[in-house]
């Protein structure tokens, strides 16, 4: 129960001090002042509906001022989707398979009618379930959940363009509003009414499905070490999988452990080689130090980069450090050159008209958003990627 503190005893008693009277005096408080959240607002049809991600993020100025702002404005904006329902009658006849998930995230398998198979991620997050049970999750999870504001709500739909863009193979998520359902079943109290992203499972047999590479076999990492055994992974594999981390690192996506990949298997030329799916990009874009205890949590937990204009050789380790086991196997191989050939690859795909794109993509309503928040950002980092690719080498070596 004690571990997500231990960051907080390696730090030293005058910011552990500060931290503690911080969460005391923030702990069950309200956000101070702000207005109440919008209701869900149904369509005449009942086909779409109007609804926010994450109203409960709403904050006033001084909780951002303390606790972060991040993506506020964009978890609490009302965006139109499109109503999910499960069930033979229902279009596609998806049927909910079994609940899946981590610590945060809550996700539902579903197979449709002509047997592919899909999952819904909830958009909203709970980091609270990093707590277990008890007095430490009272004491803290309110501000935990509250830290979901640091992520990207739509940042999925804006990641996959851009993969597509880079030359990664990228599922294709869709909101869509699951509301409360018969057809849900024995899920029904798990996955409440809400926005969720809707996105072929990338598994098994996928030649239907361009983006997932057409692969006649998709498997997961640990399929993959097996499979690779003590030998070292081929070059189209190694460079396919550097092409995805520097993908990656431009993004700011530091969450990309080991279950975090799948990987389609196609022919090369020097024989069959595994070409990563990122998946779950609920971490890129990531903001988080734009807040006074956010901020000192940062320097204490450095893979808690926020997305900005400008790397250093230091971010780029930091952002790595999750992959680090899965860099050291499938990287060792590669030289430099190599690096800075696919960093030159990914500047010339990225263009201006291919970052544009990708931030049209969404919820219509938070495209000027997008662009305001991330579009010089990204330019910015793209000009840099030379730069990042020989620090990431380093990282990889070290």
Same mark, same amino acid.
């Given at each position: 129960m004690?571990?997500p503190?231990?960051?907080l005893?390696? #730090?030293?008693?005058?910011l552990?001090l500060a931290?503690?009277l911080?969460l ?5 408080a309200a956000?101070w $002042?702000?207005p109440p959240? $919008?209701p869900?607002? !149904?369509a005449?049809?009942?086909?779409r509906?109007t609804?926010?991600a %994450?109203?409960?993020? @709403?904050a006033?100025a ?6 972060g702002g991040?993506y506020r @404005?964009l ?5 139109a989707a499109?109503?999910?329902?499960l069930?033979?009658?229902a279009?596609?006849?998806?049927r909910?398979l079994?609940a899946?998930?981590?610590f945060q ?5 579903l197979?449709? &009618? &002509?047997g592919r /198979?899909?999952?819904l991620?909830?958009?909203n +997050?709970d980091?609270?379930g990093?707590?277990?049970t008890?007095?430490?999750? %009272?004491?803290? %999870? *309110? ?5 979901t ?6 940042g999925a739909y804006v @990641?996959?363009r851009?993969?597509?863009?880079a030359?990664v193979?990228?599922t294709?998520?869709?909101l869509?509003?699951?509301?409360a359902? /018969?057809a849900l079943?024995p899920?029904q109290?798990?996955?409440g *009414?809400?926005l969720y992203l809707?996105e072929e499972?990338p598994v098994?047999?996928?030649r239907?499905a361009?983006?997932?590479?057409a692969?006649?076999?998709?498997v ?6 097996r499979?690779? %055994?003590?030998r070292?992974p081929s070059?189209g594999?190694?460079? /396919?999988?550097?092409?995805?981390r520097l993908l990656d690192? !431009?993004l ?6 080991g279950?975090q990949?799948? !990987?389609?298997?196609? =022919?090369?030329?020097?024989?069959p080689e595994?070409? =990563?799916i990122?998946?779950?990009? &609920?971490?890129a874009?990531?903001q988080?130090d734009?807040?006074?205890y956010?901020?000192l949590? /940062?320097?204490?937990v ?5 997305f ?6 230091g971010q780029v380790a930091a952002l ?5 086991l899965l &860099? ?6 590669l030289p430099l050159?190599?690096y ?5 690859s990914?500047q010339r795909?990225?263009t201006? $008209?291919?970052i544009d794109?990708a931030?049209?993509?969404?919820p219509?309503?938070?495209i000027?958003?997008?662009?305001l928040?991330l579009?010089?950002p990204l330019r $910015?980092?793209? #000009? ?9 080498f380093?990282?990889? +070596?070290?």
């Amino acid at each position: 129960m004690l571990k997500p503190l231990r960051w907080l005893l390696r #730090a030293g008693s005058g910011l552990l001090l500060a931290l503690l009277l911080g969460l005391l005096a923030s702990a069950g408080a309200a956000r101070w $002042a702000v207005p109440p959240p $919008a209701p869900v607002r !149904w369509a005449p049809d009942s086909a779409r509906v109007t609804a926010a991600a %994450g109203p409960e993020y @709403a904050a006033s100025a001084l909780w951002q001022r303390l606790w972060g702002g991040g993506y506020r @404005a964009l978890w609490t904006a009302p965006v139109a989707a499109p109503v999910l329902r499960l069930g033979p009658a229902a279009p596609g006849g998806l049927r909910p398979l079994r609940a899946g998930g981590n610590f945060q995230t809550r996700t539902l398998h579903l197979r449709s &009618d &002509d047997g592919r /198979a899909f999952v819904l991620r909830s958009v909203n +997050k709970d980091a609270a379930g990093t707590l277990g049970t008890g007095w430490l999750r %009272g004491l803290l %999870g *309110p501000l935990m959940r509250d830290q979901t504001r640091a992520g990207h709500p739509y940042g999925a739909y804006v @990641a996959a363009r851009l993969a597509g863009a880079a030359g990664v193979l990228h599922t294709n998520p869709r909101l869509m509003y699951l509301p409360a359902q /018969a057809a849900l079943g024995p899920y029904q109290a798990r996955f409440g *009414p809400g926005l969720y992203l809707l996105e072929e499972r990338p598994v098994g047999d996928a030649r239907q499905a361009v983006t997932l590479g057409a692969s006649p076999e998709i498997v997961g990492s640990d399929a993959l070490l097996r499979s690779l %055994g003590p030998r070292p992974p081929s070059v189209g594999t190694a460079r /396919a999988y550097l092409r995805a981390r520097l993908l990656d690192l !431009w993004l700011g996506d530091w969450s990309r452990r080991g279950d975090q990949w799948r !990987w389609a298997l196609l =022919p090369g030329p020097d024989g069959p080689e595994f070409h =990563p799916i990122p998946r779950d990009r &609920d971490q890129a874009f990531y903001q988080f130090d734009d807040g006074l205890y956010p901020r000192l949590v /940062a320097a204490c937990v450095p893979k808690y980069q926020s997305f900005g204009p400008r790397l250093g050789a230091g971010q780029v380790a930091a952002l790595a450090y999750t992959a680090r086991l899965l &860099d050291q196997r499938l990287l060792a191989q590669l030289p430099l050159p190599a690096y800075l050939a696919e960093a030159d690859s990914l500047q010339r795909r990225l263009t201006d $008209a291919q970052i544009d794109a990708a931030l049209a993509c969404g919820p219509p309503e938070i495209i000027p958003q997008n662009r305001l928040l991330l579009r010089e950002p990204l330019r $910015a980092r793209r #000009a840099q990627l030379r730069q990042v690719a020989g620090w990431f080498f380093r990282a990889v +070596k070290g």
